[in-house]
T-cell receptor
Framework: QKEVEQNSGPLSVPEGAIASLNCTYSDRGSQSFFWYRQYSGKSPELIMSIYSNGDKEDGRFTAQLNKASQYVSLLIRDSQPSDSATYLCAVRKSGAGSYQLTFGKGTKLSVIP | DTAVSQTPKYLVTQMGNDKSIKCEQNLGHDTMYWYKQDSKKFLKIMFSYNNKELIINETVPNRFSPKSPDKAHLNLHINSLELGDSAVYFC????????????FGSGTRLTVV
């Protein structure tokens, strides 16, 4: 089983719709979870972090975490063409002194005008 | 500007050459990393380093070596470059805390011909 799994996509949604991006992870002791957005030819940019079960909202973005199911998701409401990018899920493993992130392969999102 | 800066942005070189990529962060972060992103956008850890410990991903060939003159710098030296080394290399940094994601540099696109 891969450590962090995401559907590679592409995921296409119409402008104004809700985009739902999903991620599962294998290390049950993982503590911290992050979503990065990467535009083509650019570096990853942190957009959301979540540490506790439940939802965390920031503007049009909502991160959802379910540690029992080892599942984390990102919802983008009112999707805009500028949201078209690859979204990377990252997980910080448990363990003292371990600050390393493990990334999924990313989901490519296309928002169609 | 506070940032993680990498140089050069593009690097084209012949097989067998030795090259270095430089990374500097002025964020006061404690830990720095090198990641390799292949053509399928998969970000894979190569090294993590703070002023106390170097952690090497065991799958990284020993042709790759990190060099850290001080806490703010982590350079990547590559010997005997091969075609398969062509990728985008990202430097990143983070504080010693579970609550923060990475700040990435802008990346170095290495092309070996």
């Amino acid at each position: 089983q891969k450590e962090v799994e995401q559907n590679s996509g592409p995921l296409s949604v119409p402008e104004g719709a809700i985009a739902s991006l999903n991620c599962t992870y294998s290390d049950r002791g993982s503590q911290s979870f992050f979503w990065y957005r990467q535009y083509s030819g650019k570096s990853p940019e942190l957009i959301m972090s979540i540490y506790s079960n439940g939802d965390k909202e920031d503007g049009r973005f909502t991160a959802q975490l379910n540690k029992a199911s080892q599942y984390v998701s990102l919802l983008i409401r009112d999707s805009q063409p500028s949201d078209s990018a690859t979204y990377l899920c990252a997980v910080r493993k448990s363990g003292a002194g371990s600050y390393q992130l493990t990334f999924g392969k990313g989901t490519k999102l296309s928002v169609i005008p | 500007d506070t940032a993680v800066s990498q140089t050069p942005k593009y690097l084209v070189t012949q097989m067998g050459n030795d090259k270095s990529i430089k990374c500097e962060q002025n964020l006061g972060h404690d830990t720095m990393y090198w990641y390799k992103q292949d053509s399928k956008k998969f970000l894979k850890i190569m090294f993590s380093y703070n002023n106390k410990e170097l952690i090497i991903n065991e799958t990284v060939p020993n042709r790759f070596s990190p060099k850290s003159p001080d806490k703010a710098h982590l350079n990547l030296h590559i010997n005997s470059l091969e075609l398969g080394d062509s990728a985008v290399y990202f430097c990143a940094s983070t504080p010693l805390s579970d609550s923060y994601g990475y700040t990435f540099g802008s990346g170095t696109r290495l092309t070996v011909v």
